[in-house]
T-cell receptor, first 110, second 115 residues
Framework: AQRVTQPEKLLSVFKGAPVELKCNYS??????LFWYVQYSRQRLQLLLR??SRESIKGFTADLNKGETSFHLKKPFAQEEDSAMYYC????????????FGKGTKLSVIP | DTGVSQNPRHKITKRGQNVTFRCDPI?????LYWYRQTLGQGPEFLTY????????KSRLLSDRFSAERPKGSFSTLEIQRTEQGDSAMYLC?????????????FGAGTRLSVL
């Protein structure tokens, strides 16, 4: 069975500092990895998926199959980045069940 | 708002009562999913539909939980004989079923409190 681990419950950084939110996964196949974000009082929304290889709101994430990681990075944190971030895994392109980590709360200090 | 819609937003009930939640997916989406999220945890998959067919329900938490999607549009999740442990946020999501367009879009959720 697949598992997603986000080791940090809370991450506090100063505005302008780099951010790295860690995500490790356990799955024997070739999964799809996602980052979802939930701002205060808003619904869960997709931030990134690994196959898109995009930069959204300055965030990037690279899938490292050797380390089974999909860390989320941003070079300069902004106050509006404060939110709950969830890493999630789909077992394969045609699958349906997202497996989420427990989430990391990012707090950007002005 | 053309996103996933869930009603009610909040439900308070007494232990032993039945509750039903409704989800209206994005209109073009043929897949619909239910998740549950408890405090300090990420969403946990419960069940999903493709059109009106419920293709996976083994993750429903007990036989007190059931879901329907009678005409392949909206869906309902029912919990019978609620228990305090059922208190959680219940999330609905929808997507296309194609390999390249399977992004799941979430609703705002229904928060259930069982007293």
């Amino acid at each position: 069975a697949q598992r997603v681990t986000q080791p940090e419950k809370l991450l506090s950084v100063f505005k302008g500092a780099p951010v790295e939110l860690k995500c490790n996964y356990s799955y024997s196949g070739s999964p799809e990895l996602f980052w979802y974000v939930q701002y205060s009082r808003q619904r869960l929304q997709l931030l990134l998926r690994h196959i898109s290889r995009e930069s959204i709101k300055g965030f990037t994430a690279d899938l490292n199959k050797g380390e089974t990681s999909f860390h989320l990075k941003k070079p300069f944190a902004q106050e509006e980045d404060s939110a709950m971030y969830y890493c999630a895994l789909l077992p394969g392109a045609g699958s349906y069940q997202l497996t989420f980590g427990k989430g990391t709360k990012l707090s950007v200090i002005p | 708002d053309t996103g996933v819609s869930q009603n009610p937003r909040h439900k308070i009930t007494k232990r032993g009562q039945n509750v039903t939640f409704r989800c209206d997916p994005i209109s073009e989406h043929n897949r619909l999913y239910w998740y549950r999220q408890t405090l300090g945890q990420g969403p946990e998959f419960l069940t999903y539909f493709q059109n009106e067919a419920q293709l996976e329900k083994s993750r429903l938490l007990s036989d007190r939980f059931s879901a329907e999607r009678p005409k392949g549009s909206f869906s309902t999740l029912e919990i019978q004989r609620t228990e305090q442990g059922d208190s959680a946020m219940y999330l609905c999501a929808s997507s296309f079923s194609s390999f390249t367009r399977n992004l799941q879009y979430f609703g705002a959720g229904t928060r259930l409190s069982v007293l």
